[in-house]
């Protein structure tokens, strides 16, 4: 169990640090946008990210997760996954441009078709580095994988925020995301032909088993991200463009903390339960160190943004995008039961069960669509509410359930590793909401930003030392290397 927490550390410290500064400039990509855009502008680049998010999961196709699950591959099956994650990209890229007018239509939104195919070039150019990805994570390679991310990032935010600035608008999302796709593939095929590269061979018989694990997976994947999106996509049809902007300035706010998380947990998790698949008792230990980790990051930063979401708002982004401080005081509760739900998937794909994720997705995207439905005739705010009350009530016991059966790991059992942390934040941002409302309101928004932040870090710090003093002995024994 020690050396699954050492490997974890070491493989999270990384992907800690790419999800660090990748989601500051994430943030600093959103408000820049904010500020040179209109909501309308910012509006539509919303509905071509998702666009492009979803086509993404047709690329990989499963084959990504397959790859980990499937601990040794011969060099011409690894050179047949190869070739077709190409033929999927060109298929799927293809397709794209041809429904773009559709799209447009559909939203009545005519500049949708030229930014949406611009952008699907993008997928495209993503499968020449895809598998090397996978290979470098399997082998727990993920400093460079960090390396890589950041540096891609870095070049894409700033091409969207420039192009942005000299009138490209809606379009500078698409040449954003070329340039940081361009530039990561290109790294990641220097890189992991040093280790690996694909011979001039293709057969369907080397993919097949893979297919038909990734074919789950691929399901699985794409009916994720149409329900964690599926609230974008019917704001932009019933509400329109402009209701759509000022929603996803608190949805962002609010997945980003979330997705970052998942991004460097995830990418660990899997590999690591993989590898000691058949013991459900090294799964249990490892999942509660894990998500210990996870309550102790993401519980005072959703708290803390239900607490303070009106000045935060509009600090970042002005006063004109103030009518999101009321979404994401709801959106904030979400975050925490997405952060929870968070390493489910590790396990699916862990114990080779992508068909019960699947499953679950079906059930979760029929659930969320009624919901928002009824959701939507009250606005944003009844399209946030919808959200919430349908994870909690008709999603998280699924989640409860697939955990006991996979691993045997009782609902008591998680409540009990998370609760301290609940406790930590939920006191941390009653006194925040205090100080806020009573004390601090006439400040001036920064420095009213910067005391709330400071006496609710130094409020949960006091919190954890009291209630999750176990937890913190083993993260630092762990940091220390004993």
């Known amino acids: 169990m020690a050396s699954l927490k050492k490997r974890a550390y070491l493989g999270v410290r990384w992907s800690g640090l790419s999800t660090i500064v990748t989601g500051a400039l994430q943030i600093l990509q959103l408000v820049l946008l904010t ?3 209109n909501i309308h502008e910012y509006g539509l680049i919303v509905l071509v990210l998702v666009v492009i998010t979803i086509f993404q999961g047709f690329v990989d196709a499963g084959m990504s997760n397959a790859l980990v699950h499937f601990q040794s591959a011969s060099q011409s099956q690894l050179s047949s996954l190869y070739w077709l994650s190409w033929i999927f990209g060109s298929l799927a890229c293809a397709f794209l441009i041809l429904i773009a007018p559709g799209i447009a239509q559909l939203y009545m939104e005519p500049e949708l078709s030229a930014i949406v195919r611009l952008a699907a070039l993008s997928i495209l150019i993503a499968p020449a580095g895809q598998q090397f990805q996978s ?3 399997k082998e727990f390679r993920f400093k460079q994988i960090a390396i890589i991310e950041i540096i891609a990032l870095s070049f894409g935010t700033i091409a969207a925020c420039s192009t942005a600035y000299f009138g490209e608008k809606a379009r500078s999302v698409a040449w954003g995301l070329l340039v940081s796709t361009l530039l990561r593939s290109c790294l990641l095929v220097v890189l992991g032909r040093k280790r690996w590269s694909p011979d001039w061979h293709f057969s369907m018989q080397d993919v097949r088993p893979y297919l038909v694990f990734g074919g789950y997976q691929m399901g ?3 009916l994720n991200l ?3 999106n599926i609230d974008k996509l019917l704001i932009g049809k019933i509400l329109g463009a402009d209701a759509l902007g000022v929603y996803s300035v608190a949805s962002q706010l609010m997945i980003k903390p979330f997705s970052a998380m ?14 000691v698949q058949t013991d459900n008792q090294k799964i249990q230990r490892g999942y509660h160190f894990v998500i210990s980790g996870i309550a102790l990051v993401c519980v005072p930063i959703y708290f803390g943004m239900a607490s303070i979401a009106d000045p935060l708002i509009q600090f970042l982004f002005g006063d004109r995008w103030l009518g999101s401080a009321g979404v994401l005081k709801i959106l904030a509760f979400l975050g925490i039961l997405y952060s929870f739900g968070n390493l489910l998937g590790s396990i699916l794909l862990a114990k080779g069960r992508a068909d019960l994720g699947f499953w679950m997705n079906v059930y979760g995207l029929t659930m969320y669509i009624s919901a928002l439905y009824i959701g939507s005739f009250f606005n944003i705010t009844g399209i946030a509410w919808a959200l919430l009350l349908t994870t909690a009530i008709f999603v998280m016991p699924v989640d409860f359930y697939l955990r006991s059966k996979l691993v045997g790991m009782r609902a008591s059992d998680f409540l009990r590793v ?3 942390f609940l406790i930590s934040g939920f006191l941390m941002s009653l006194v925040m909401w205090g100080l806020d409302h009573y004390l601090l309101a006439k400040l001036e928004n920064a420095f009213r930003l910067t005391c709330l932040i400071a006496c609710g870090a130094a409020l949960y710090i006091c919190n954890i030392m009291v209630f999750c003093r176990k937890y913190l002995n083993e993260l630092i024994d762990l940091i220390k290397g004993k």
């Not at 998942?262 to 590898?275: E, G, T």
Request: proline letters at 7%; a positive charge.
């Open 418 to 420: 998370v609760w301290p």
């Open 35 to 37: 500020r040179l855009l």
């Open 135 to 137: 290979l470098m994570q």
């Open 226 to 228: 149409l329900y964690m």
């Open 262 to 275: 998942s991004s460097a947990i995830s990418r660990v998790s899997f590999p690591l339960f993989a590898q």
């Open 220 to 222: 699985e994947r794409i």
